[in-house]
């Protein structure tokens, strides 16, 4: 698991119009999946999932993705990130993801 900075991934995804916010998507999933041990979820399968139900997954995956940090050793919130969420406020989330993750990176 590597530390990302966070400005740096929000600027990549607004200047290539989202498409570096995909990739990071996939790799903060990846590292939460790889730092609790819980492999249920990979990033490409969440990603398709995302695609396939127009969003909707997206919102199981905020809800999921606080837990797995919280099974590596962050803070639950899991509650959070689904009203985030739920809110349209996707980018918050995964700023707050990533800094749990750059944390447990250290």
């Keep these: ?5 966070i400005a740096v ?3 990549l995804s607004m200047v290539t119009c989202g498409i570096y916010g995909l990739v990071w998507f996939i790799q903060m999933t990846d590292d939460a999946s790889n730092a609790s ?4 979820m990979s990033g490409g ?12 997954y997206q919102i199981y995956w905020a809800y999921k993705m606080g ?6 050793g962050g803070t639950d919130n899991s509650t959070l990130y689904l009203i985030l969420q ?3 406020l996707g980018i ?3 700023c707050l993801i990533q800094s749990e993750l750059n944390q447990l990176a250290n």
Excluded at 67 to 72: F, G, P, Q
């Design 86 to 88: 739920i809110l349209g």
């Design 45 to 56: 399968m969440a990603l398709l999932l995302t695609i396939v139900t127009c969003g909707l």
């Design 1 to 5: 698991m590597e530390k990302r900075n």
């Design 67 to 72: 837990k797995l940090v919280a099974e590596a």
């Design 92 to 94: 918050v989330n995964y």
């Design 9 to 11: 991934c929000i600027i």
């Design 37 to 40: 041990g819980d492999h249920s």
